[in-house]
């Protein structure tokens, strides 16, 4: 009973998909799991717990539904109400304004037109048009600064972009359009901030993140016309940042940390190099990232990998495949905070990270009815294992997986769904479904987890655990006293790899 508990709160937290509409709000999987864990750490009682069943009440219906827009609407109620505040019509009305455009990568040589919009109908009474300032502002400490970003202390304005008359009382029925001149702008990330007036009153400051690049139209379209003309084998690669913004400029994925000159100089660089037809990374060693077409997606995914400098395809490697978080990327288990690159190098292995579709992806997890993106995770976490094992020389006895929280989640799904494949299992902060251990009674696994995690409970391993014991599993459980959800991986990840080193298949 209480692993189905731990189950449920699980798909609570890991089930929720963001609204694909320009721009992309903050991930809703990622604002429900912030909810969740601060109501963890809060433990609200007497009044605020009544509260806050109602709130929960409401939201659950609202999900049911699929009102996104109300489910935001409650998600932000509960947590002011959960941090001692008054859920007033004000805080209703500010929640509710979001700015949309539609790019997000802006061309400076171009005029930028911006809509303030709604996402829901708030209950505020207003009695006459509102007004909008405008400004661009240095990007906040953290560099996201998206809808509803706030800053402890105001960013620097870089350039203020006007004041504007007669806005709706309603921007869902009339989104408010606005022409702003940007020239003069240096190429960089930058926070374009609104504050909508009701006289005096601001009534919400919403803000949107946007990358200001002269001219970057005119270079995408050369690096879309010369990418027809690459060779097959780097045409991913090359079209890559193309692919990346147009998602971006839909709506369907946030801009994230892309550094879109970066991106372009690097695949024209790519260009360049298979010129002659060759492949550019072949022989490459270190640290990097490819690219390739997800058909079921009609998409260009990333993946990145490390090759040791002492491969030469003349014999074969052990290999890790590695799993991000809730809201992480292919580049997240690369990070000096998880140590894995560093273990990875010190002992020769080829490391691989796939983006895993979405950053909420979920690798597969099991749901009904079948979640058509968590299917997409899995088939892309798949084929850049495929594609990694027909580019190098991979030792078949010593391919490991392992993963952080929604990664060590999936590590658990995707052992049980592919036994065959892994050599041993490495799940971190991650919980799992106790009864598909039976197809994974072969495989050995080293099992990672805080016992003062808020975000996934630390009881979701200990049953894992006791039932893998049951099982006669082998098993080494590493339990961080006062661990929390993000300090246990980097510090244990050289005891994860001393437990790879010690396990390998069994000759077939």
Known sequence: MRSTRLLLISTLIFSAAPVALPQALPNLALVRLNYTVRKRTTN??????AKIDANDAALNEATRLGQMGEVRRLLAKGQTLLAGGEWTPELDFGNSVVLRADHVVVDTSHRYILRIEQIYSPAI??????????ALRKLPRGG??????????????????????EVSRDLRESPYMMELDLAGVEDGSYQIHVEVQDGSRTLASPNLRIVAVKDVDASLARLESAA?????????????????LRKVNKGEVDIGTFDASKEIAMAEQVMSDGKSGKDPFAGRTGD????????????????????????????????VLALHGLGGTEDSMFGANYRALEEATKRNYILVAPMGYRIDGGYGRVSNPPNHRAELSEEDVMTVLARVRKDYKIDDRRIYLMGHSMGGIGTWTLGAKYPDLWAALAPISGNGNPRTLEKMKSMPEVVVHGDADTTVPVQGSRVMVEEMKRLGIEVKYIEVPGGSHTNVPGPNMAAIFDFFDTHKKAAE
């Open 144 to 165: 996201r600064g998206g809808a509803g970003a706030q800053a402890a202390q105001a960013p620097e304005i870089v350039k203020e972009l006007g004041s504007f008359q």
């Open 288 to 319: 990097f990232k490819r690219h390739y077409f997800l058909k079921a997606a009609n998409e260009i995914m990333p993946y990145r990998l490390y090759i040791p400098p002492s491969y030469d395809g003349t014999r074969a490697f052990p290999m």
């Open 228 to 244: 027809k003309n690459a060779p097959e084998i780097i045409r991913a690669d090359a079209l890559y940042p193309i692919d990346f």
């Open 125 to 134: 009474s207003l009695d006459h048009a509102l007004t909008a300032k405008v």
């Open 44 to 49: 609200p009682q007497g009044e605020l717990k």
